[in-house]
């Protein structure tokens, strides 16, 4: 154990028997093998002469391993030392790693998305068997595609993780590599499967195309990482959010109902169109709280290149735009309640993030992160608005 510059090192030639160290603690409370800090107590010296005899001292020692040496190795187990946890705690550790890793917020947007989509699909034909089915296909093999595509780019994002999103389970150490590597590719593969197994082409071709974005947008292999270029890296995302999300989920509704010729109706356009735009602000914003981490690695994002500031507010102009645009969309609703809850909600939504935004310190990444969060709030409601609206 070194000594931690700052703590008094003590000098005596008394015997080693007279120094009696009390070591509170030393543990490590996380199967990643992480040190922590704890205290020694050093309890009674004797003897430093007469005057200081019988007089204790309490030093605060900081007791750090050595992280090397106490490094998982990458390819076993993850398993807890702590005796008092048990199996079932390790468990609930992997589960929770494991939880991390889907990034939630995404699988939300994904889960909203598909159903609504699926439902502007189904329209006035109402919940059938088969409608159930093609909405359970599209659920389940979405849902897997999109662990395998945010799994990608958590495996070639570990070093810049580490500074911008350490709580992610390959930056925190909560998950090896290779681990990560065998839930990417079975995610990937299953959702395929199920693609095909359904026999819908628009199902197959969504799949196929989100998994080649993003590889495209995460992998580090020559003219690939388009995530390092804001066109290309917007392109992927705008993609992925904004068309084939809209116009493949719901023509394999369309596909599986039976559909002669499979048309594009007014409702999915307009949603295609709001969600073009939204996927721009998703692309630019998300790089917002990651900016010292990207700066590090030589990822020219345009919020590295342009500033916190300026694309903040690009990004709120944008989505002030969206918003005055669907509600002059539902203005030409077939009926007036619609008209009315189409205006009134999406005006509502779009001075809620005016009101968010001015609230948000652009000097502080966890503030402009929660407000990034709030964004893809209002991405998910108005997957919600878009059966009822149109």
Request: net charge positive; with cysteine.
């Amino acid at each position: 154990m070194v000594p931690t510059r700052g703590v008094p090192r003590l000098k005596t030639r008394c015997p080693a028997s007279n120094l009696i160290i009390s070591v509170q603690a030393l543990s490590f409370s996380s199967p990643a093998m992480k040190p922590h800090l704890h205290t020694a107590n050093i309890a009674t010296v004797h003897p430093f002469g007469d005057a200081m005899r019988n007089k204790a001292f309490q030093y605060t020692v900081l007791a750090r391993a050595s992280a090397e040496s106490l490094q998982q190795p990458e390819d076993l187990p993850l398993t807890s030392t702590s005796t008092s946890s048990g199996g079932d705690s390790s468990a609930i550790h992997r589960l929770a790693s494991l939880y991390r890793f889907t990034r939630p917020h995404t699988m939300l947007g994904t889960f909203i998305s598909v159903v609504s989509v699926s439902l502007l699909a189904i329209g006035a034909q109402g919940i059938t068997p088969a409608a159930t089915t093609a909405l359970g296909q599209a659920l389940v093999s979405a849902l897997l595609m999109n662990i395998s595509i945010v799994g990608v780019n958590q495996i070639y994002d570990i070093e810049i993780d580490r500074i911008n999103k350490p709580y992610l389970p390959l930056a925190a150490g909560d998950f090896s590599v290779s681990l990560a590597t065998a839930v990417v590719w079975l995610t990937g593969a299953a959702s395929l499967a199920v693609g095909l197994a359904t026999g819908s082409p628009p199902l197959l071709a969504t799949l196929s195309g989100s998994l080649l974005l993003g590889i495209a947008y995460s992998t580090d292999l020559p003219f690939l990482r388009w995530k390092k270029y804001p066109v290309a890296a917007a392109a992927c995302i705008l993609a992925v959010r904004a068309v084939l999300v809209q116009i493949g989920f719901f023509c394999h509704m369309q596909h599986s109902l039976g559909a002669a010729e499979l048309v594009l109706t007014r409702p999915v356009i307009f949603a295609t169109g709001f969600m073009l735009m939204f996927s721009i602000v998703i692309a630019l914003f998300k790089d917002l709280p990651d900016i010292a981490g990207d700066e590090k690695a030589g990822v020219q994002t345009l919020s590295v290149r342009l500033g916190e500031e300026r694309v903040f507010w690009l990004c709120i102009a944008l989505l002030e735009v969206a918003y005055i645009g669907a509600a002059g969309v539902s203005l030409f609703s077939e009926s007036l309640w619609r008209r009315v809850a189409g205006v009134v909600a999406h005006g509502v939504v779009g001075g809620l993030i005016w009101w968010r935004a001015k609230r948000t310190n652009l000097k502080e990444s966890k503030s402009i992160y929660a407000c990034y969060m709030d964004v893809w709030k209002a991405f998910y409601a108005e997957y919600l608005l878009l059966p009822l609206l149109i």
